[in-house]
């Protein structure tokens, strides 16, 4: 009896210990081969918001990636014409198109899309796994500790899929699978993924102020070739702490098929 | 095929993009001065609003003029309190297409005349 108390004693102080010890020699040495990323991030579309009314001077297609024409196999590019010339699908781009908040698709919240219209994002790189922290709340894990992706059981789609990720250099390497079938972009919904797509992305600083995320998607299902899209980021120096872009007090409810203002 | 294609990625390259909702309930082809008194301030997410008295015919009308997120306004150097209940303002806006008094904020002015805000710092560049 007396015995496991003393085990349990013994555990519990090695637990204390181990985590007040400073990280190891090996830990130490493994964040010093890793890129500094620290800072604010912000994307095309945020740098495109100049003024304080959030409208973009220039038309999306300046600024967006993922509104480009993917690489159907025929049957999928008959579905994508089809959903093109949808007047559904046209009011989801043009009428009722929304972030988030109420009415909001839950695509909008969805990898990759959310590589391409947070405002302004944080990524935490450390030797286990590197986090993409989106102002709009989500996180992404991008795990770098030699594991592989879940077996099948032990998968199943999200939204943001399962990354796994490893160094080559000062290049991050992201492999995603399991992300939910359903659209691809906020502002293209006629596109649409199976939930056998694949995503591999390189990430890498090209200068100081610049990151790159070279994004290649597969979709074994529906392309007849990879497509590959690369997002630039800019660093918001101007910002020096992380602001959430919440949507605790949308006003903007649809009625009728239209975006209102509903009163205060 | 091809042409339905290009029609489509032409439609959606051609529009402004938003911050956090499509734009089509604005009229992006007028534009409108409000002169009025600031009811309310509202510093929120996924926008900010004035909500400003105009007087018309006699009688005050509430306009809702709907602003960018807290961040593109704290970048705008916008505060909490750069707007205060009782501020006379002059806001310049695309009005709502339904005619209602709702409108998008594109600048606005205090009562000495000075814009309110300043052009967005590009410090990373």
């Given at each position: 009896m007396i015995r496991p108390v003393v085990s349990g004693i013994v555990l519990?102080?090695?637990?204390?210990?181990?985590?007040?010890?400073?990280?190891?020699?090996?830990?130490?040495?493994?964040?010093?081969?890793?890129?500094?990323?620290?800072?604010?991030?912000?994307?095309?579309?945020?740098?495109?918001?100049?003024?304080?009314?959030?409208?973009?001077?220039?038309?999306g297609?300046?600024?967006?990636?993922?509104?480009?024409?993917?690489?159907?196999?025929?049957?999928?590019?008959?579905?994508?014409?089809?959903?093109?010339?949808?007047?559904?699908v046209q009011a989801a781009r043009d009428e009722t198109l929304k972030g988030c908040g109420i009415g909001s698709p839950e695509y909008v919240r969805s990898f990759p899309n959310i590589m391409e219209a947070p405002m302004v994002f944080q990524v935490v790189v450390t030797p286990e796994e590197t986090l993409f922290v989106m102002d709009h709340g989500?996180?992404?894990?991008?795990?770098?500790?030699?594991?592989?992706?879940?077996?099948?059981?032990?998968?199943?789609?999200?939204p943001l899929?399962?990354?796994?990720?490893?160094?080559?250099?000062?290049?991050?390497?992201?492999?995603t699978i399991a992300r939910t079938a359903g659209v691809l972009s906020m502002f293209s919904p006629a596109a649409e993924l199976s939930a056998r797509a694949h995503f591999i992305e390189r990430v890498h600083q090209t200068d100081k102020n610049t990151l790159e995320d070279r994004l290649t998607i597969d979709d074994p299902e529906r392309f007849i070739h990879p497509w590959v899209v690369?997002?630039?980021?800019?660093?918001?120096?101007?910002?020096?702490?992380?602001?959430p872009y919440d949507c605790e007090a949308d006003r903007n409810p649809i009625e009728n098929g239209k975006l209102t203002i509903a009163p205060p | 095929m091809r042409s339905l294609t290009l029609a489509g990625a032409a439609l959606a390259a051609m529009a402004p993009v938003w911050a956090h909702h499509s734009g089509a309930m604005f009229d992006a082809q007028k534009t409108v001065t409000l002169q009025g008194t600031v009811r309310t301030f509202e510093w929120a997410n996924p926008h900010c609003w004035v909500q400003l008295l105009v007087m018309k015919d006699g009688t005050a009308q509430e306009w809702s003029?709907?602003?960018?997120?807290?961040?593109?306004?704290?970048?705008?150097?916008?505060?909490?309190?750069?707007?205060?209940?009782?501020?006379?303002?002059?806001?310049?806006?695309?009005?709502l297409r339904d005619g209602s008094p709702g409108a998008q904020f594109l600048?606005?002015?205090?009562?000495?005349?000075?814009?309110?805000?300043?052009?967005?710092?590009?410090?990373?560049?």
């Amino acid at each position: 009896m007396i015995r496991p108390v003393v085990s349990g004693i013994v555990l519990a102080l090695l637990a204390s210990l181990a985590t007040a010890a400073p990280n190891s020699a090996r830990r130490v040495q493994a964040f010093a081969r890793l890129p500094d990323w620290t800072g604010l991030w912000e994307t095309a579309l945020s740098k495109a918001l100049t003024t304080a009314g959030g409208r973009s001077a220039g038309t999306g297609g300046a600024y967006l990636k993922l509104v480009g024409h993917p690489p159907f196999n025929p049957e999928w590019e008959q579905k994508y014409q089809a959903a093109l010339a949808s007047p559904a699908v046209q009011a989801a781009r043009d009428e009722t198109l929304k972030g988030c908040g109420i009415g909001s698709p839950e695509y909008v919240r969805s990898f990759p899309n959310i590589m391409e219209a947070p405002m302004v994002f944080q990524v935490v790189v450390t030797p286990e796994e590197t986090l993409f922290v989106m102002d709009h709340g989500e996180v992404r894990h991008i795990y770098t500790d030699r594991r592989t992706h879940p077996g099948a059981d032990d998968l199943w789609p999200t939204p943001l899929g399962d990354s796994i990720g490893h160094w080559e250099g000062q290049t991050l390497v992201i492999d995603t699978i399991a992300r939910t079938a359903g659209v691809l972009s906020m502002f293209s919904p006629a596109a649409e993924l199976s939930a056998r797509a694949h995503f591999i992305e390189r990430v890498h600083q090209t200068d100081k102020n610049t990151l790159e995320d070279r994004l290649t998607i597969d979709d074994p299902e529906r392309f007849i070739h990879p497509w590959v899209v690369t997002f630039r980021y800019t660093r918001a120096a101007d910002l020096t702490r992380f602001i959430p872009y919440d949507c605790e007090a949308d006003r903007n409810p649809i009625e009728n098929g239209k975006l209102t203002i509903a009163p205060p | 095929m091809r042409s339905l294609t290009l029609a489509g990625a032409a439609l959606a390259a051609m529009a402004p993009v938003w911050a956090h909702h499509s734009g089509a309930m604005f009229d992006a082809q007028k534009t409108v001065t409000l002169q009025g008194t600031v009811r309310t301030f509202e510093w929120a997410n996924p926008h900010c609003w004035v909500q400003l008295l105009v007087m018309k015919d006699g009688t005050a009308q509430e306009w809702s003029v709907e602003m960018g997120a807290t961040t593109e306004l704290y970048r705008s150097g916008w505060r909490p309190h750069t707007l205060q209940a009782g501020d006379s303002v002059t806001i310049v806006v695309h009005p709502l297409r339904d005619g209602s008094p709702g409108a998008q904020f594109l600048s606005a002015f205090g009562a000495d005349g000075m814009p309110l805000g300043k052009a967005r710092t590009r410090t990373s560049s």
